[in-house]
Every structure is written in structure tokens, then in C-alpha cells.
């Protein structure tokens, strides 16, 4: 029983980190996207 919960815990876990990471690279890409929307906007 320990085991499963350990494993499934662990599992967890893991995509967590993965997700935070991709949450990361969203944010900043986002970053990027609006400051080259607001550079087109004011070349516009």
C-alpha cells in the first residue's frame, strides 16, 4: 500500500516540476510576445 502511495506521490511530483517548468517558458514567452506587440504597435 505504502509503495503504491510512495510511487504515485513520486509520479506526482515529477510532473509537477515538469509543469512549472513549462509554466516558466509560457510566461516568459508571453513576456516576449508582448513587448514585440507593443514595438509593432508603436511602429504602426
Known amino acids: 500500500q505504502d ?5 504515485l506521490m513520486y509520479a506526482v511530483r515529477e510532473e509537477v516540476e515538469v509543469l512549472k517548468e513549462q509554466i ?3 510566461l516568459e514567452k508571453n513576456s516576449q510576445l508582448e513587448r514585440e506587440n507593443s514595438l509593432l ?4
Open 41 to 44: 504597435k508603436t511602429l504602426a
Open 24 to 26: 516558466k517558458e509560457l
Open 3 to 7: 509503495l503504491v502511495k510512495n510511487h
